[in-house]
């Protein structure tokens, strides 16, 4: 089914991954989610003020994790660390650079200076070695003859943000998120297996969620408006008790 000899040269130029899972920022709270994981759900939001390619995205992200792993950085500069990622990766990717994104405060104010801007940018070239160019799932998928379509585009930003599915190796990914949507389990190895069985207990695990959030929500909404109900009757029987004193 697959072009072996395109993949192989593909996986030629792929990069593996040296990430450090025992780092503060890849540790789980009580839910299972790290600061890492809420930094790239961030830049993914961001990413949608512009019509930039999945890849553009992709490589945003390897540049974090890459940075992650290579320097400290205090909780307060994250954002700008992933501001930063998402500028150079669309600056590389894009076919119509867009230049500096900048961070504004509620008011409009930029937040840092073009210095700051700049040396954090230099940081993420030294932390790469000055290579741009990577490998991603997406790359891999297209490769298979797979069209990066809404539905597997969502899937991509769904591994991205969620490190304990990331963490593998691009290749797998691609064939995990590959094995999810075609359902062709018998054609992969059992670590290809495993991930997509942990790609489709995440999701199905993140369905509950939303599901518990829109049930607490409508339950919410539906107590403010019988307390509302309640707040006006009460004033209807307090405003004849004071006509009635009158």
Excluded at 90 to 100: L, M, P, R, V
Excluded at 174 to 179: D, E, K, L, P, S
């Amino acid at each position: 089914m697959f072009d072996q000899a395109q993949l192989t040269e593909l996986s030629k130029r792929d990069k593996d991954k040296k990430l450090n899972s025992q780092l503060p920022l890849y540790i789980g709270n009580s839910q299972g989610v790290c600061r890492r994981d809420i930094l790239v759900q961030w830049v993914i939001q961001q990413s949608q003020k512009f019509e930039h390619s999945l890849k553009t995205l992709e490589l945003a992200v390897i540049y974090i994790d890459t940075y992650l792993n290579i320097f400290n950085i205090e909780p307060e500069f994250l954002e700008l660390l992933g501001i930063s990622a998402y500028s150079m990766a669309s600056k590389f990717n894009e076919t119509e650079a867009i230049g500096q994104i900048k961070l504004k405060d509620d008011f409009g104010k930029v937040l840092y200076e073009d210095q700051v801007y700049n040396e954090m940018e230099v940081q993420l070239l030294q932390s790469l070695d000055f290579q741009l160019n990577h490998v991603t799932p997406s790359d891999y998928l297209i490769e298979m003859g797979i069209s990066i379509n809404e539905s597997i585009s969502s899937l991509i930003m769904f591994v991205l943000m969620d490190f304990e599915i990331y963490k593998h190796s691009q290749i797998v990914l691609a064939f995990a998120i590959f094995n999810f949507q075609q359902e062709q389990s018998h054609m992969f190895t059992d670590r290809v297996k495993s991930v997509t069985k942990l790609i489709n207990n995440k999701l199905n695990k993140a369905k509950e969620q939303f599901n518990l959030d829109k049930t607490e929500n409508d339950e919410t909404r539906g107590l403010e408006s019988n307390l509302g109900t309640q707040k006006k009757i009460y004033k209807k029987r307090q405003s004849k008790k004071l006509k009635q004193l009158a």
